[in-house]
């Protein structure tokens, strides 16, 4: 076909149909498109089945026959073709798609994007694992749904703060041999393909003015097996969906009622478009007639069945709403009383679903004999689809590839990546390996480094994955680059620059902070460690205080905490008070309180204090077990826990997890702050003055509190 690149010329179309294929030569005279010739021819075999060819020498030798008598009928030969893959071989695959994020972000454009782009590669392979297959695939369209933050749906994420982000999406997806099959089809009957695009982009071409595409619009194209449909908005298609229920049901509702075989039932409804009676002969060869009126009553509930899961998926594709208006083509459509019922279970007016055949194609000229009719729609669309060469599958080179795309109008370098096989995270920048951890038993996270951004050109000039792209462009892109893994050290984290303030013999000092890191001692210079479980001590026991204070006592040396009696392992919190010496025994002077306290096997300083530290290494959280199990009374590694009930303070009080309890023990049991000294505390036990250490008993009486 020469010339055929420039406008105005000659354009050859085939639609290629399950039943039959029309083939329609025209060109285009200023607005308007002129039909030259047009020619249809059934396959003789079932080559084709729901618009993919599965034989591809029987569908190219009806081609070819289809081309022989056009060029009789202009005096051309013809060498290139215009064709469309059907819409009832897509596959659409509905997925969630959610990114969280490490600390509150406001999401950008970019965010969005990339979130899109994972949807559609999750959604890819959701796909290949349900249908199991090797073949490849073309995304042809996307749209999302619904946008999430935090989980809650929300209309437009940008600009929002979140911690997280999903989409609702619907991808849809063409096979790749549907492609070759058509393809290999029109190269069978001497054809090279000039343009390939949808069928429904197609018949958008003739049934929805392009004034009209920027609106939300719905295409029904009624088949004989299949309704396809599409949804445009903002100029593009955004969805495709398929019911496999078509005109088809509606011709065996009439063949079992009037008892006649399917292609006489076929012509029954044609029939009923324009008479008001049809008369036939049934299977029996009995003539037999039935009114319009009778024929239209029988088969309402069939059409209904027909609209309802059309407009069901109308509404899905659609993001749980419906369309402003929907066109209707095809010659399943045409029944009447179709229209009305699609409007009614969309919920619209009945003037908004419309017909598209004789009333949309003003601007064709057919030759005579030839009727305007809705079937005429996707045949003529494909011819006119050329001149606007968009929607159609075009070749670029990526990264010294030759590959070919779906361009739905919007194409751009990720289209091209992932049609590639590229990894979605090679585009974006990779941070490194992050960093889980926790402090006090909360939960934290260092992020790793952002890396480097892919570097991406197109025919040599710097891109971003935004930049449009069009045929025989030459895109390169070097992946983005992971960032270095998070590291940090111990002394980095806010809580490791806090520290104890206790007094000691009426003079202030500040401890840092212990660090417990797995239960060992670490320094502010450790290095924290994927799963580290970090703790920071809130208390020092008297060993550690002594030892910070460079400070050697005897043994023996009395020494109270909080004005009480005190061992080298008893624990000293914020603002706690320690005295040792004669200023000890002014706060304590019962002699036999020492005695009491002390009466234990003798060690040695050195062993007594690493004893400390194990045991505070032993139970970080509960340094008060810690040191019951140092005490006589204290339970063995053996001994069995039991239950005990006390009154504390009034009420009763049941301890367990021990088989032996001491007073300091009531404190995990009651509300009672010992970190904010309000006075001297009072400790009673059946009325008497108690030692932290003291063991209590079943039925004993506690009593705390602070004296002013």
């Not at 400070?551 to 009696?565: D, K």
């Amino acid at each position: 076909m020469e010339g055929m690149t420039h406008h105005g010329k000659v354009v050859f179309g085939l639609d290629i149909g399950t039943r039959s294929i029309v083939g329609t030569v025209g060109y285009k005279r200023g607005e308007r498109f002129v039909v030259m010739a047009q020619r249809v021819r059934e396959h003789e075999t079932r080559a084709m089945l729901d618009g993919q060819i599965h034989d591809i020498k029987k569908v190219g030798n009806t081609i070819l026959a289809v081309k022989k008598e056009l060029e009789e009928d202009i005096g051309t030969k013809l060498k290139e073709v215009c064709i469309a893959a059907a819409g009832r071989v897509l596959r659409t695959v509905t997925t969630h798609v959610e990114t969280e994020y490490s600390e509150e972000k406001v999401i950008l454009e970019e965010d969005m994007y990339e979130l899109s782009a994972q949807g559609i590669e999750q959604a890819y392979g959701e796909f290949l694992a349900g249908n199991d297959t090797d073949m490849k695939f073309y995304c042809v369209g996307y749209s999302v749904i619904r946008y999430y933050l935090n989980h809650y749906p929300i209309g437009n994420p940008e600009e929002h703060k979140a911690h997280s982000m999903g989409a609702d999406m619907i991808v849809t997806f063409l096979p790749e041999d549907v492609v070759d099959g058509l393809y290999k089809s029109v190269e069978q009957a001497g054809l090279e393909v000039a343009n390939l695009t949808l069928e429904p982009i197609a018949a958008i071409q003739v049934a929805i003015p392009e004034k009209f595409r920027m609106l939300n619009i719905a295409l029904v194209d009624v088949g004989a097996g299949t309704s396809d449909i599409s949804i445009t908005r903002d100029g593009a298609i955004e969805a495709y969906g398929m019911i496999p229920i078509a005109g088809d049901s509606l011709t065996e509702v009439i063949a079992q009622h009037c008892l006649v075989d399917f292609n006489t039932a076929e012509q029954i409804k044609r029939q009923a478009e324009n008479q008001e009676e049809i008369t036939y002969d049934d299977v029996i060869g009995l003539p037999q007639k039935i009114s319009k009126e009778e024929l239209f009553a029988l088969l309402k509930p069939a059409i209904a069945n027909m609209t309802k899961p059309v407009a069901d998926c109308i509404r899905e594709l659609n993001g749980d709403k419906p369309v402003s208006a929907v066109f209707v083509v095809g010659g399943g459509g045409r029944i009447p009383g179709y229209t009305e019922m699609l409007a009614e279970e969309l919920g619209i007016v009945k003037e908004r679903v419309a017909l598209r055949g004789k009333e949309v194609m003003g601007n064709i000229d057919f030759p005579d004999g030839i009727e305007k009719s809705s079937l005429l729609v996707t045949p003529v669309g494909i011819c006119l689809n050329f001149y606007e060469q968009s929607n159609n599958f075009i070749f670029v080179t990526f990264n010294e590839a030759r590959i070919k795309v779906y361009d739905n109008g919007r194409l751009s370098v990720v289209d091209a990546a992932m049609q590639a096989d590229f990894p979605n995270d090679g585009l974006f920048p990779k941070r490194g390996k992050e960093l889980n951890y926790t402090v006090d038993g909360k939960v934290r996270m260092k992020r790793g480094e952002l890396g480097e951004a892919a570097v991406i050109t197109v025919n040599g000039e710097p891109a971003d994955i935004h930049t449009s792209i069009k045929a025989n462009d030459i895109v390169q892109v070097i992946p983005s680059t992971e960032g270095e893994k998070a590291k940090l050290e111990i002394r980095a984290l806010p809580e490791f620059e806090q520290s104890i303030k206790v007094n000691v013999n009426d003079k202030k000092v500040e401890l840092p902070k212990f660090v417990q890191v797995n239960g060992v001692l670490q320094s502010g210079y450790y290095d924290i460690q994927d799963g580290d479980a970090i703790c920071m001590l809130d208390y020092y026991t008297v060993s550690q205080i002594l030892e910070f204070l460079d400070i050697i006592l005897p043994e023996w040396t009395p020494i109270a905490v909080n004005n009480m009696p005190a061992k080298r392992d008893t624990p000293v919190y914020e603002n706690f008070t320690m005295v040792w010496g004669d200023a000890a025994k002014r706060l304590i002077p019962a002699e036999e309180d020492w005695e009491a306290l002390y009466e234990e096997e003798e060690l040695p300083e050195e062993e007594h204090e690493d004893e400390v530290v194990s045991k505070t290494e032993e139970n970080p959280d509960n340094p008060d077990e810690g040191e019951s199990q140092q005490t006589e009374s204290a339970p063995q590694n053996n001994a069995v826990p039991r239950n005990i009930t006390v009154t504390a303070n009034g009420s009763p009080v049941v301890l367990s997890g021990k088989a032996s309890y001491v007073y300091v023990d009531i404190f995990d049991y009651i509300d009672f702050d010992l970190k904010t000294p309000k006075g001297n505390i009072v400790t009673l036990l059946n009325g008497e003055t108690a030692e932290y250490l003291k063991e209590i008993r079943d039925g004993d009486i506690i009593e705390v509190y602070w004296q002013k």
